[in-house]
C-alpha cells in the first residue's frame, strides 16, 4: 500500500509516513491521514509560491536578519512575529531553536561562501514555529521555513517524533533546498531531485559539523538525529556515513537507502525516489569529506558550493553531471591532479560512477594554490578566499 503523499521538499520522505499507516497504532493511522490531508493543501500553496517567487518582492536586510512567528497550531501563514533579531531568548524551544538554526545556516554560507542569505542578496530568514497540531514535518514553502511540533499532543506511547526544530541540520537542510531554488533549481524528481535531496542534506550536515566545531571524522553524519523519541530504534532519516542503517523499526520500517549504484531504486513513488537515491551522492559527499580530513565544510563543502552555484548545472542534471563537475571544480580551485581532485573522484568512484581519471600532481597541489584549469579557471580567483573562518563569531 502506498499513500497518496507526495514529495513537497518535507524533511522526513513520504514512505516512512507510509509505514507508519500502515503499522502503527489507531492513534498514529489518524495522525498519517492527517498528515496527507495537510499536505495536499500545502503542496497546492507550495507550488503557486514557487511559481511566483522569481518575480514577487521579498523582505531584504542589510545583513543577517531573522523573524520568528508562532502560527499557534494554526495553518495561516506567518503567525505572530515572536522574535526578531538581536531579540533576547523567549524560552520556547521550538521559537529559540529556530531563530538560533537559521543564525547558524547563514553564517555557513555567509561566512565560508560569501552567500548572502538564501537568494544571495539578503533575504530575511523567516520561520513559522508551531504549524498545525502534532504536525510531523517540516518544509521550505518558496518564502520561508515551517516547522511542525511532532507528536507531543499524542499518548507517550504513540510518540515517534519530538518537535522538528530540535535537530539543527534539519533546519540547514530545509534552508538549503532555499538556496537549491535561488540558484541550479533541481527539478524535484528523479535523479535531479535525489541531487536536490542531496545537497540539502549536505549543507544541512555542514551547519551542524560547523556549529559543533566537529572534523570530518569526529562527526556522526546522521541527518535529524534527536527527531525520534525513545521509542524509535533508529539514529536518525538518514546515514550519509551509511546508507540503509540509521533506522529499523517496527512502524517506521527499514531505511531503504543505497549507498551505491548498484541498488539504485526505480520507483514511481516519492516523485522518483527523491528521498532513497540521495543516498548515493550522500556517501559520495561523505567519502571525499573522510578522504580530505579536517572541516568538511572547508574543502569538500567549498567545491560542493561551487558546483551548485555553476551556470552548468542545470536543472535536469543527473548523478553523472554533478559528479564530473565537482571533479573538475575541485581541479580548478586546489590544482589538477591535486589530493582534492583525487578525492572527489575516489569519492564518486566509490558509489560506483565513474569520472575522468585523475594523475597525482607532481607539483605540489592540494594547498589551493595548484594549477587551474581552462574550463572553470575563473573560479578560482573567485572562490579562493571562501575557506573562511572556522567558526562563526559569537553573536
Not at 349 to 371: F, H, L, M, N, W
Request: aromatic share 8%.
Amino acid at each position: 500500500m502506498h499513500s497518496r503523499i507526495h514529495s513537497i521538499q518535507c524533511i522526513i520522505p513520504p514512505h516512512m509516513l507510509d509505514n507508519v499507516q500502515e503499522k502503527g497504532s489507531e492513534a498514529q493511522k489518524g495522525r498519517m491521514r492527517q498528515i496527507i490531508e495537510a499536505s495536499n493543501q500545502i503542496r497546492e500553496e507550495r507550488t503557486g509560491l514557487m511559481a511566483a517567487a522569481a518575480v514577487m518582492p521579498r523582505a531584504q536586510a542589510d545583513g543577517k536578519e531573522r523573524v520568528v512567528y508562532d502560527v499557534q497550531q494554526g495553518t495561516s501563514l506567518p503567525g505572530r512575529r515572536v522574535r526578531g533579531e538581536g531579540d533576547p531568548a523567549t524560552g520556547d524551544a521550538a521559537v529559540d531553536e529556530a531563530y538560533d538554526g537559521a543564525g547558524e545556516t547563514y553564517d555557513l554560507y555567509n561566512d565560508v561562501y560569501e552567500r548572502k542569505s538564501i537568494d544571495g542578496s539578503a533575504m530575511r530568514l523567516d520561520s513559522t514555529v508551531h504549524f498545525r497540531q502534532g504536525y510531523d514535518n517540516a518544509f521550505w514553502n518558496g518564502r520561508q521555513m515551517v516547522y511542525g511540533d511532532g507528536d507531543e499532543d499524542l499518548p507517550e506511547g504513540d510518540r515517534l517524533f519530538n518537535r522538528f526544530t530540535i535537530a539543527i541540520d534539519i533546519i540547514g537542510h530545509e534552508l538549503t533546498h532555499g538556496v537549491v531554488q535561488f540558484t541550479a533549481a533541481l527539478e524535484y524528481r528523479n535523479q535531479s531531485g535525489a541531487l536536490n535531496e542531496s545537497f540539502a542534506d549536505v549543507f544541512g550536515s555542514l551547519v551542524k559539523q560547523r556549529a559543533l566545531d566537529q572534523t570530518a571524522d569526529q562527526a556522526d553524519w546522521i541527518i535529524g538525529a534527536g527527531l525520534f523519541t525513545s521509542r524509535v530504534n533508529g539514529q536518525g532519516i538518514r546515514s550519509m556515513k551509511a546508507p540503509g542503517t540509521a533506522y529499523d523499526d517496527p512502524v517506521l520500517g527499514t531505511d531503504s537507502q543505497p549507498g551505491h549504484m548498484d541498488d539504485f531504486v526505480n520507483t514511481t513513488q516519492d516523485n522518483g525516489g527523491v528521498h532513497i537515491n540521495s543516498g548515493i551522492p550522500n556517501h559520495a559527499f561523505y567519502v571525499v569529506s573522510r578522504e580530505l580530513g579536517g572541516f568538511a565544510w572547508e574543502k569538500a563543502g567549498r567545491i560542493w558550493y561551487a558546483a551548485l552555484t555553476h551556470p552548468s548545472l542545470t536543472a535536469q542534471a543527473e548523478f553523472q553531471k554533478v559528479a564530473d563537475l565537482t571533479q573538475e571544480v575541485a581541479g580548478d580551485l586546489f590544482g589538477r591532479g591535486s589530493l582534492e581532485q583525487q578525492a572527489v573522484h575516489t569519492g564518486w568512484k566509490e558509489v560506483g560512477i565513474q569520472t575522468e581519471a585523475v594523475e597525482p600532481d607532481d607539483g605540489g597541489g592540494g594547498d589551493g594554490g595548484g594549477r587551474p584549469g581552462c574550463a572553470l579557471g575563473a573560479l578560482t580567483g573567485i572562490l579562493a578566499p571562501l575557506v573562511g573562518p572556522r567558526r562563526r563569531a559569537t553573536a
